[in-house]
């Protein structure tokens, strides 16, 4: 009876607007345990049953035990009460969350952002991109687009995610990030210019800005280096409707560049190698490893 009342009085939420860090963080927040519900829904039974027989106590006249059992009663129903307020509070911020399309404009509209602010980075123009010879598109794969169409001399980006930080497995099984590791390489005519960054989902922030350009005619050689990945930090939110499923940290591509002047310099990391469990995007690195090699081939 108290819950069926809780529930006609009770407060309700207005659905949040989407956008804003609140609105992102829904999806890798966890949803309440459903035993608390079964939990709070016994005790509002036994609250009720309680109140039933203090009744008939009463009409029994039999105060002393109807007394007692309404105090029973109205503990019960308090708890019952306030456990259903902290089920529903925690419901109300994890639902409704953003749908996994919605997660994926996100990030695209950031790389958008980024490549653009390379540019302006590195005091390049458009203009001054060449064709790399790769037919990768990493905004295009977000946007459900057809990547394999484009070619272009647009700037290669390679993307990773930051895999210390929360995350979630989307309704089609891909692992999402909240924060995500981006390397922007501006290939010229005579150099490669390359902008890094750090993107946080959530907030739309980024952090750890720096540049390098590198001359082709220093460039010693390029590498790359299979490096295993952090330790995750916490298990991501599953969405899927089956559960959670045992998962195997990615490991990590390194591109590397060598010039006479200093060691080998690390200019991208990707993500290598299957997980079980989930799937986490193609990063890029190995299309940007390809470009680069065919544009130094070019030069020389």
Aim: a positive charge.
């Amino acid at each position: 009876m108290l819950l069926l009342l809780w529930s006609l009085v009770g407060p309700r939420r207005a659905p949040q607007n989407p956008g804003g860090a609140r609105w992102y963080g829904r999806y890798f927040r966890r949803p309440p345990d459903p035993r608390i519900r079964a939990n709070y829904q016994v005790i509002g039974g036994i609250s009720d049953l309680l109140l039933l027989f203090a009744l008939i106590a009463m009409v029994q006249v039999a105060p002393t035990a109807a007394l007692v059992l309404a105090g029973l009663g109205a503990i019960a129903g308090g708890l019952a009460v306030a456990r259903r307020a902290g089920y529903e509070r925690h419901v109300g911020d994890v639902s409704p969350r953003p749908s996994d399309e919605e997660m994926d404009a996100a990030l695209a509209g950031h790389l958008i952002e980024i490549q653009r602010r390379a540019l302006t980075a590195l005091g390049l123009a458009g203009d001054d991109i060449v064709p790399a010879g790769t037919f990768w598109d990493p905004v295009g794969v977000l946007q459900g687009m057809n990547w394999l169409s484009r070619r272009d001399n647009s700037p290669l980006i390679v993307y990773s995610p930051v895999v210390t930080t929360r995350s979630a497995i989307g309704l089609d099984g891909i692992w999402r990030f909240t924060a995500y590791e981006v390397t922007v390489l501006c290939p010229t005519r005579c150099h490669l210019a390359v902008f890094h960054c750090r993107q946080d989902v959530l907030t739309g922030k980024r952090s750890d800005e720096h540049t390098h350009e590198f001359f082709y005619r220093d460039l010693v050689s390029v590498q790359t280096a299979a490096v295993p990945g952090p330790d995750l930090v916490t298990d991501p939110v599953d969405h899927r409707p089956w559960g959670w499923l045992p998962l195997s940290k990615p490991g990590r591509r390194e591109l590397q560049f060598a010039v006479p002047s200093s060691d080998r310099t690390v200019v991208a990391v990707g993500v290598t190698g299957p997980t079980s469990g989930a799937e986490i995007r193609a990063s890029g690195i190995d299309a940007a490893t390809e470009a680069v090699r065919t544009l130094l081939r070019a030069t020389t």
